[in-house]
């Protein structure tokens, strides 16, 4: 007899011919989860992770509808879903932590109990995985979100710039800068307490993103300031009529206060222009506050572009 060559060579010669065939499809089948679980491991990105899972899963099983969530003292949380699952379902579940399980649920379609042990096997291999990449994502949203307005902070401005200015300086791109400081915004503190002060962030904050592009950036810059960037802005000129519907919109918007009263407040607004008065994102920002500080000497309600001579300050509203 013939030693054996290869690996399969010596599965046929150890296991008995009614199974050797089962066997040599476990064998593929566990190589194919392997090389799947290696190709997401290479990135973590959620869209790409989420979209090679759903096309392994239709290419593989046709199942096209299912949900992953993780479950945390009977708490769910939705981290995918796609379509609308029907009343039949199939489910599989991995620990994750004493309190947490990460769950995967799906359209039973008359699915065999080999293909589910296929697919068992699939997710204790994938799951873990997608549980680390829910993990890096609260982990960037706690470093990079401000908490209270929702909005990028300084550290992810900061890191967002690096990439950014580079391009733009490539590119010839206009970005109009935008500094929004809320006129007194210690008296509505004062007046109706920090947790109606935070309400009143995040609605400003909300307010803000709604009236700027999804390419834009808004930065909560601390306390009551937001800095805007409108990226690859046509003119200057647009970027003021910008500012000042931001001003306006503003100015409009108003929070109930506890008394039932509709309560604003205004805000001024230090416009600067890259590249136009400096390729460098820190000057563009220096500039804004000085404009801003200049707005605010004026009174309340005022956007003011920045100007290399302070006494050239023009008043926009």
Do not use: W
């Not at 620990?95 to 080999?114: G, H, Q």
């Not at 009529?241 to 001003?247: D, G, Y």
């Not at 500080?293 to 006494?311: L, T, Y």
Request: hydrophobic share 40%.
């Amino acid at each position: 007899m013939n030693k054996p060559n290869t690996l399969i060579d010596r599965l046929n010669e150890i296991v008995d011919e009614v199974h050797i065939d089962e066997v040599k499809n476990i064998i593929t089948k566990l190589t194919q989860i392997n090389l799947f679980k290696h190709s997401i491991e290479d990135n973590l990105n959620a869209d790409i992770l989420y979209n090679k899972i759903s096309a392994e899963l239709y290419n593989e099983f046709s199942i096209q509808n299912f949900k992953i969530f993780l479950l945390t003292k009977n708490r769910e949380k939705t981290l995918f879903k796609k379509g609308n699952l029907s009343e039949k379902t199939y489910e599989y579940h991995t620990k994750v932590s004493n309190e947490s399980t990460i769950n995967i649920t799906f359209d039973d379609i008359n699915l065999s109990s080999y293909q589910k042990i296929i697919l068992n096997s699939y997710f204790k291999e994938t799951l873990n995985l997608i549980y680390i990449q829910h993990i890096l994502l609260d982990l960037k949203n706690s470093t990079f979100i401000d908490p209270q307005t929702q909005l990028e902070n300084r550290m992810s401005f900061n890191q967002e710039m690096k990439t950014l200015i580079p391009l733009a300086r490539r590119e010839k791109m206009n970005i109009g800068a935008l500094l929004i400081n809320i006129d007194r915004f210690q008296a509505v503190n004062d007046e109706h307490g920090d947790q109606f002060g935070d309400q009143f962030l995040r609605l400003y904050a909300d307010t803000i993103k709604k009236n700027i592009r999804s390419s834009d950036i808004a930065v909560r810059f601390g306390g009551a300031e937001f800095l805007v960037l409108l990226i690859n802005v046509d003119t200057e000129e647009r970027t003021l009529q910008l500012a000042n519907k931001i001003k306006d919109t503003l100015a409009q918007t108003y929070l109930l206060s506890p008394n039932n009263d509709k309560f604003r407040k205004t805000v001024c607004i230090g416009v600067s222009m890259f590249p136009k008065d400096s390729t460098d994102i820190n000057v563009i920002v220096k500039n804004t506050e000085t404009a801003l500080i200049s707005a605010q000497d004026n009174g309340r309600n005022n956007v003011f572009r920045f100007k290399e001579d302070e006494e050239n300050f023009i008043e926009l509203f």
